[in-house]
C-alpha cells in the first residue's frame, strides 16, 4: 500500500485531503484527513515534500496513432523541426536518399501560416525531395495533403478527376493538380498508400504513450480509429501493454471518392480500453479555412467544407444510437454544428438516453450551446488551439465571427459538460499545463487575447483537463479524482497549479505519473 501526504492535494471531487491511501490492487482506499484515517499495516509512504497531487491528466481529444507516427517513422515538419519550405524538402529528401525507390515516404506538421514563405507547399516542392519515392505531407490540421507528383500519378489524380463529396482536389490556373487535397479528397492518397503495419503501429502507439506519461497524461481519448487501429488496440491491451487508459472512438465514414461505411465495431470495455463510441466528420478544420461556416472566410472567399448531407449523416448515426453506441462528431463552424445539434435533436427524439459528443465546438452560433446542453450534449473544445493556431484563425476567420472562436465560459455557464484536449498531433506541444493556460488567458503565442471574457478559472480549467474527461468518456466511476474506490492514476506536480499565474504554468514540472498506484514515470 502507497500513502501520499506532506503535499497538496486536489481531489476534484468537491472533497478535501491532506493523505490519500492507494492499496495493492491500484485503487483509492481513503482520501481525507490524518485524523480520521483508518490504521493501515505494511504501507509505504511517499512524502510530497510541498509539491502537489493532482488527478492524472485526461487529454479527451488526442490522436495517439496519429502522434506515435510522426515520433517514429514520420518527417517532422513542425516548426521547431523545419522552419520554412527549403527544410521540409530537405527533410523528406534525407529520409529519400535511406529508402529504395517506390517507397512512400509521409510526415507531418507543416502550418503555412506559420511559415516564412506564407504559403502551402506543393507537388513540385516534394519533387524537388525525390522524383522516386512517393511522398505525402500532411498539414499540421490533418485535414490536408500535399503529395508529389509521383503519389499524385499512383493515387490516379490528374485534371480530370473531379473532387469527391464533401473534398477539394486544389488546383493552379491551368487547372493542373497542384499537389494539395483537402477533406475526403485525402482518401484518394492514403488508400493508394501500403497498409502500416501492425506491430510499427503498435510502436508508435507505444511511443507516443511513453511521451504522454511524461506529461502527466494517464487517460486519453483517441478519436480516429479504423479496424485495424483497433485490432492494434486490442493486441496491445491483451498483452498488458497499454499504459495510459484509452477510449477509442472507430470512424464509420472513413475518406475517399466511394461512400464506404465501416460496420459498427464489437463493444469492448476493460480496464484500460473503451470502445462504445463511434465517429462522424461533419466539416474541415478551422486553422486551414475548410470548417463550414456562415460567412466567407478572409483571404480564400469559401464558406469551407460540410461533409454530410444532413439524411446521411442522420441515418448514419441513427444506425449507431439505436445499437446503444454512443456518438462522437466533429463540428467547428456553425454550419456544421446546426447540422449535428439538429442530428442529435432527432436521435434524443426518437430515443432518449444516451449523452452524445461534439468535438471541438469551435464557432457556435446563438442558441446552439443551450439547445447541446437540453439534449445532454458533452462538448470537447480545444482551449490549447487559441495558442497554437491563433495566427492561424486571425488570418482566416471573418472578423465578425472571431470574437466567438471556443466560448469556454459560455459553455460552462450553459451548463455543458466540458471536457479540454489536445488534438495533437493538430498542436506541436500538447502538455496539458499549456492548455489549461490558454483556458485562462486564452492568449495565442504572440499573447494577443482572444475575447477575455470567455476565460475559465483554474479550478474548472483542472476539473475539465480531469473529470471532464471521464465523463466525457463514461468513465468518470473509476477516473477523473482522487476518490476512494477509483484508480489510482495520479500526478505530483512540481507546483500548485491552481494558484500559479497563467503565464507559468506550463513550466510547472510533472515530477511522478501513477497509473494504478504503479510509478509509471519519474522525473
Same mark, same amino acid.
Not at 14 to 20: E, T, Y
Given at each position: 500500500?502507497?500513502?501520499?501526504?506532506?503535499?497538496?492535494?486536489?481531489?476534484?471531487?468537491?472533497?478535501?485531503?491532506?493523505?490519500?491511501?492507494?492499496?495493492?490492487?491500484?485503487?483509492?482506499?481513503?482520501?481525507?484527513?490524518?485524523?480520521?484515517?483508518?490504521?493501515?499495516?505494511?504501507?509505504?509512504?511517499?512524502?510530497?515534500?510541498?509539491?502537489?497531487?493532482?488527478?492524472?491528466?485526461?487529454?479527451?481529444?488526442?490522436?495517439?496513432?496519429?502522434?506515435?507516427?510522426?515520433?517514429?517513422?514520420?518527417?517532422?515538419?513542425?516548426?521547431?523541426?523545419?522552419?520554412?519550405?527549403?527544410?521540409?524538402?530537405?527533410?523528406?529528401?534525407?529520409?529519400?536518399?535511406?529508402?529504395?525507390?517506390?517507397?512512400?515516404?509521409?510526415?507531418?506538421?507543416?502550418?503555412?501560416?506559420?511559415?516564412?514563405?506564407?504559403?502551402?507547399?506543393?507537388?513540385?516542392?516534394?519533387?524537388?525531395?525525390?522524383?522516386?519515392?512517393?511522398?505525402?505531407?500532411?498539414?499540421?490540421?490533418?485535414?490536408?495533403?500535399?503529395?508529389?507528383?509521383?503519389?499524385?500519378?499512383?493515387?490516379?489524380?490528374?485534371?480530370?478527376?473531379?473532387?469527391?463529396?464533401?473534398?477539394?482536389?486544389?488546383?493552379?490556373?491551368?487547372?493542373?493538380?497542384?499537389?494539395?487535397?483537402?477533406?475526403?479528397?485525402?482518401?484518394?492518397?492514403?488508400?493508394?498508400?501500403?497498409?502500416?503495419?501492425?506491430?510499427?503501429?503498435?510502436?508508435?502507439?507505444?511511443?507516443?504513450?511513453?511521451?504522454?506519461?511524461?506529461?502527466?497524461?494517464?487517460?486519453?481519448?483517441?478519436?480516429?480509429?479504423?479496424?485495424?487501429?483497433?485490432?492494434?488496440?486490442?493486441?496491445?491491451?491483451?498483452?498488458?501493454?497499454?499504459?495510459?487508459?484509452?477510449?477509442?472512438?472507430?470512424?464509420?465514414?472513413?475518406?475517399?471518392?466511394?461512400?464506404?461505411?465501416?460496420?459498427?465495431?464489437?463493444?469492448?470495455?476493460?480496464?484500460?480500453?473503451?470502445?462504445?463510441?463511434?465517429?462522424?466528420?461533419?466539416?474541415?478544420?478551422?486553422?486551414?479555412?475548410?470548417?463550414?461556416?456562415?460567412?466567407?472566410?478572409?483571404?480564400?472567399?469559401?464558406?469551407?467544407?460540410?461533409?454530410?448531407?444532413?439524411?446521411?449523416?442522420?441515418?448514419?448515426?441513427?444506425?449507431?444510437?439505436?445499437?446503444?453506441?454512443?456518438?462522437?462528431?466533429?463540428?467547428?463552424?456553425?454550419?456544421?454544428? !446546426? +447540422?449535428? =445539434? %439538429?442530428? #442529435? @435533436?432527432? &436521435?434524443?427524439?426518437?430515443?432518449? *438516453?444516451?449523452?452524445?459528443?461534439?468535438?471541438?465546438?469551435?464557432?457556435?452560433?446563438?442558441?446552439?450551446?443551450?439547445?447541446?446542453?437540453?439534449?445532454?450534449?458533452?462538448?470537447?473544445?480545444?482551449?490549447?488551439?487559441?495558442?497554437?493556431?491563433?495566427?492561424?484563425?486571425?488570418?482566416?476567420?471573418?472578423?465578425?465571427?472571431?470574437?466567438?472562436?471556443?466560448?469556454?465560459?459560455?459553455?460552462?455557464?450553459?451548463?455543458?459538460?466540458?471536457?479540454?484536449?489536445?488534438?495533437?498531433?493538430?498542436?506541436?506541444?500538447?502538455?496539458?499545463?499549456?492548455?489549461?493556460?490558454?483556458?485562462?488567458?486564452?492568449?495565442?503565442?504572440?499573447?494577443?487575447?482572444?475575447?477575455? !471574457? +470567455?476565460? =475559465? %478559472?483554474? #479550478? @474548472?480549467? &483542472?476539473?475539465?483537463?480531469?473529470? *471532464?474527461?471521464?465523463?466525457?468518456?463514461?468513465?468518470?466511476?473509476?477516473?477523473?479524482?482522487?476518490?476512494?474506490?477509483?484508480?489510482?492514476?495520479?500526478?505530483?506536480?512540481?507546483?500548485?497549479?491552481?494558484?500559479?499565474?497563467?503565464?507559468?504554468?506550463?513550466?510547472?514540472?510533472?515530477?511522478?505519473?501513477?497509473?494504478?498506484?504503479?510509478?509509471?514515470?519519474?522525473?
Amino acid at each position: 500500500m502507497l500513502l501520499f501526504y506532506n503535499g497538496t492535494i486536489h481531489t476534484m471531487d468537491g472533497k478535501s485531503a491532506d493523505v490519500v491511501v492507494v492499496d495493492d490492487r491500484g485503487l483509492i482506499v481513503y482520501a481525507g484527513d490524518f485524523a480520521h484515517m483508518p490504521t493501515y499495516t505494511q504501507i509505504r509512504r511517499v512524502d510530497l515534500d510541498g509539491r502537489t497531487l493532482i488527478p492524472g491528466f485526461n487529454d479527451a481529444h488526442v490522436h495517439i496513432w496519429k502522434l506515435g507516427l510522426l515520433l517514429t517513422i514520420q518527417v517532422d515538419a513542425r516548426g521547431a523541426a523545419a522552419p520554412n519550405i527549403p527544410a521540409i524538402i530537405v527533410g523528406f529528401a534525407e529520409r529519400a536518399a535511406k529508402l529504395p525507390p517506390d517507397t512512400w515516404i509521409t510526415g507531418r506538421g507543416y502550418n503555412e501560416a506559420q511559415l516564412p514563405e506564407r504559403r502551402h507547399l506543393t507537388r513540385y516542392d516534394l519533387d524537388q525531395a525525390s522524383p522516386n519515392h512517393p511522398m505525402a505531407l500532411t498539414r499540421t490540421c490533418g485535414h490536408m495533403i500535399v503529395a508529389n507528383s509521383l503519389a499524385l500519378k499512383l493515387a490516379g489524380i490528374d485534371r480530370a478527376t473531379p473532387n469527391p463529396p464533401g473534398g477539394v482536389i486544389v488546383r493552379d490556373e491551368q487547372g493542373e493538380p497542384t499537389g494539395l487535397v483537402q477533406e475526403t479528397a485525402m482518401g484518394l492518397i492514403t488508400r493508394a498508400m501500403p497498409d502500416i503495419e501492425d506491430e510499427i503501429m503498435g510502436r508508435g502507439i507505444r511511443e507516443a504513450m511513453y511521451h504522454q506519461l511524461r506529461l502527466g497524461i494517464t487517460s486519453a481519448t483517441d478519436p480516429l480509429l479504423t479496424p485495424a487501429h483497433v485490432r492494434v488496440y486490442r493486441q496491445l491491451e491483451a498483452a498488458g501493454d497499454l499504459p495510459v487508459r484509452v477510449n477509442g472512438l472507430p470512424i464509420r465514414r472513413p475518406d475517399g471518392v466511394e461512400k464506404i461505411t465501416y460496420p459498427l465495431p464489437e463493444k469492448y470495455v476493460s480496464d484500460t480500453l473503451r470502445i462504445d463510441c463511434v465517429k462522424f466528420f461533419a466539416d474541415g478544420g478551422l486553422s486551414g479555412a475548410t470548417a463550414a461556416i456562415s460567412t466567407p472566410y478572409k483571404e480564400t472567399g469559401n464558406q469551407g467544407v460540410l461533409r454530410f448531407e444532413d439524411e446521411e449523416l442522420l441515418d448514419l448515426a441513427w444506425e449507431a444510437h439505436a445499437a446503444g453506441f454512443r456518438i462522437a462528431t466533429h463540428a467547428i463552424g456553425d454550419v456544421a454544428l !446546426e +447540422q449535428v =445539434i %439538429s442530428v #442529435y @435533436e432527432e &436521435l434524443h427524439r426518437r430515443k432518449p *438516453g444516451l449523452r452524445h459528443r461534439i468535438e471541438h465546438v469551435a464557432l457556435p452560433a446563438p442558441g446552439h450551446l443551450q439547445r447541446m446542453q437540453a439534449i445532454g450534449t458533452m462538448a470537447v473544445p480545444q482551449s490549447v488551439f487559441l495558442y497554437a493556431l491563433g495566427a492561424n484563425y486571425r488570418r482566416y476567420i471573418p472578423d465578425a465571427l472571431l470574437p466567438g472562436v471556443f466560448p469556454i465560459r459560455d459553455m460552462i455557464d450553459t451548463g455543458l459538460p466540458v471536457a479540454l484536449s489536445s488534438d495533437a498531433p493538430v498542436v506541436p506541444d500538447d502538455n496539458p499545463l499549456l492548455g489549461m493556460k490558454a483556458a485562462l488567458d486564452r492568449c495565442d503565442a504572440s499573447g494577443q487575447p482572444f475575447t477575455r !471574457e +470567455q476565460g =475559465i %478559472s483554474a #479550478y @474548472e480549467a &483542472l476539473y475539465a483537463y480531469t473529470m *471532464g474527461g471521464a465523463i466525457a468518456s463514461g468513465d468518470e466511476a473509476n477516473r477523473g479524482s482522487v476518490t476512494r474506490g477509483k484508480w489510482a492514476d495520479m500526478v505530483i506536480l512540481s507546483g500548485d497549479p491552481l494558484i500559479t499565474p497563467p503565464a507559468d504554468l506550463p513550466n510547472l514540472v510533472v515530477e511522478q505519473t501513477y497509473v494504478g498506484g504503479r510509478l509509471v514515470y519519474e522525473r
